[in-house]
T-cell receptor
């Protein structure tokens, strides 16, 4: 079974540009999560999509946005890039397992490394 | 105060020893807790989760949760060099928001 896939693997952009990152969840998973992992800061929660709707977002400015498509794949858009947006962007997917009390175990993709110059 | 805190390490243990990794969380409303392993340059991979007080064992790994103390730990028995990685602790709150610690770097010395 294929895992979570992300594209592209690497990106180099300049300040002020816009970027779109893509994620395909594990087959059958309906939830997609986006995280930013900057050096030394750990994983920061960005966004959660489930069944096509944005369910929650972390403490990030509105220039971070995204969407989820009917096939449950997702895009993360970042506008007006800043130097501090340089990070590894990780996508995770989960299948709600109510038998486990809704633990929503997340499985991560390989990530997209974004460098902003 | 960070939502989830971990000692950054590095933690070094000899091969075959028990590695003990610790994590504290600030929100008593956190419902479930996860341990992930992340090799350098790779994405996190799930080791195990726990949501009830006490111990949960899976092979060489044991997760321990103490909600009164807001403390989660991971024990790795019979540590192997392949266990050398950064271990991330995560707490899940309501609204399905997950908070991750910055990770503890573990090195198992052959």
């Amino acid at each position: 079974e294929a895992g979570v896939t992300q594209s592209p693997t690497h990106l180099i952009k300049t300040r002020g540009q816009q970027v779109t990152l893509r994620c395909s969840p594990i087959s059958g998973h309906t939830s997609v999560y986006w995280y930013q992992q900057a050096l030394g800061l750990g994983l920061q929660f960005l966004l959660w999509y489930d069944e096509g709707e944005e369910r929650n977002r972390g403490n990030f400015p509105p220039r971070f946005s995204g969407r989820q498509f009917p096939n449950y794949s997702s895009e993360l858009n970042v506008n007006a890039l800043e130097l501090e947006d340089s990070a590894l962007y990780l996508c995770a997917s989960s299948l709600r397992d109510i038998l486990l009390g809704g633990t929503d175990t997340q499985y991560f993709g390989p990530g997209t490394r974004l460098t902003v110059l | 105060q960070k939502e989830v805190e971990q000692n950054s390490g590095p933690l070094s243990v000899p091969e075959g020893a028990i590695a003990s990794l610790n994590c504290t969380y600030s929100d008593r409303g956190s419902q479930s807790f996860f341990w992930y392993r992340q090799y350098s340059g790779k994405s996190p991979e799930l080791i195990m989760f726990i949501y009830s007080n006490g111990d949960k064992e899976d092979g060489r790994f044991t997760a321990q949760l103490n909600k009164a103390s807001q403390y989660v730990s991971l024990l790795i028995r019979d540590s192997q060099p392949s266990d050398s990685a950064t271990y991330l602790c995560a707490a899940r709150r309501g609204g399905n928001q997950f908070y991750f610690g910055t990770g503890t770097s573990l090195t198992v010395i052959p």
